[in-house]
């Protein structure tokens, strides 16, 4: 996950406050204009602390991105309702808006930084083979293209939501993204139509 082995728990709070401030001085300056002394400073760490912990910026930024991904794997079996994962993921987002934005606003203009809905769709795939052949679906040739379309919808409607103030609830949302990934347009009409989720 970082650079040191054997992390004491002073270690990894030291790494949230680092991906704490990045995220914050993104959503201030922007990804390009955040600098190591930006952070450290911020931080209130020493430069060598930072490089115990991480290579550079773009580092710390990919791992702030896994390790959001990993935080809701590890959430998706407290799901409730009739959707959980997806449920666990929105209300995810409700308790870390800013992290979330910030990844979303830095997405593509941070060098060799790799895309959080790369890793969102990469770890996708493994999920949505396990529920194509379930429903007797042949998996060869959908997977990636499946898990990209999913991820990218996610996305999408997750920053329209966050940046409007979330006026409905992460229940709501994840009803309103699996009934739309589901059946599309379609299962937004009144009844039982053909692409709905009854």
Same mark, same amino acid.
């Given at each position: 996950?970082?650079?040191?082995?054997?992390?004491?728990?002073?270690?990894?709070?030291?790494?949230?406050?680092?991906?704490?401030?990045?995220?914050?001085?993104?959503?201030?300056?922007?990804?390009?204009?955040?600098?190591?002394?930006?952070?450290?400073?911020?931080?209130?760490?020493?430069?060598?602390?930072?490089?115990?912990?991480?290579?550079?910026?773009?580092?710390?930024?990919?791992?702030?991105?896994?390790?959001?991904?990993?935080?809701?794997?590890?959430?998706?079996?407290?799901?409730?309702?009739?959707?959980?994962?997806?449920?666990?993921?929105?209300?995810?987002?409700?308790?870390?808006?800013?992290?979330?934005?910030?990844?979303?606003?830095?997405?593509?203009?941070?060098?060799?930084? /790799?895309?959080?809905?790369?890793?969102?769709?990469?770890?996708?795939? /493994?999920?949505?083979?396990?529920?194509?052949?379930?429903?007797?679906?042949?998996?060869?040739?959908?997977?990636?293209?499946?898990?990209?379309?999913?991820? /990218?919808?996610?996305?999408?409607?997750?920053?329209?939501?966050?940046?409007?103030?979330?006026?409905?609830?992460?229940?709501?949302?994840?009803?309103?993204?699996?009934?739309?990934?589901?059946?599309?347009?379609?299962?937004?009409?009144?009844?039982? /139509?053909?692409?709905?989720?009854?």
């Amino acid at each position: 996950m970082a650079r040191l082995t054997n992390l004491t728990d002073r270690g990894r709070e030291t790494q949230v406050q680092l991906r704490d401030v990045l995220m914050a001085l993104i959503l201030e300056k922007g990804y390009d204009r955040v600098s190591i002394k930006d952070i450290t400073e911020r931080a209130q760490v020493d430069r060598s602390t930072f490089y115990l912990h991480f290579r550079d910026k773009d580092d710390l930024f990919v791992k702030s991105q896994r390790w959001m991904v990993d935080e809701l794997l590890a959430l998706r079996s407290q799901g409730r309702g009739p959707y959980p994962g997806i449920t666990v993921t929105f209300e995810h987002m409700a308790r870390n808006p800013r992290l979330y934005l910030a990844i979303w606003q830095a997405e593509g203009l941070a060098s060799h930084a /790799g895309s959080f809905e790369d890793y969102i769709a990469t770890t996708l795939a /493994g999920v949505l083979e396990g529920m194509l052949r379930e429903r007797g679906i042949g998996a060869e040739g959908l997977l990636e293209p499946l898990s990209r379309y999913l991820a /990218g919808a996610l996305r999408s409607l997750a920053r329209w939501w966050l940046e409007t103030g979330m006026a409905t609830s992460p229940a709501e949302m994840a009803g309103l993204f699996v009934r739309l990934a589901a059946g599309g347009l379609e299962s937004l009409a009144p009844g039982p /139509g053909p692409g709905a989720i009854a």
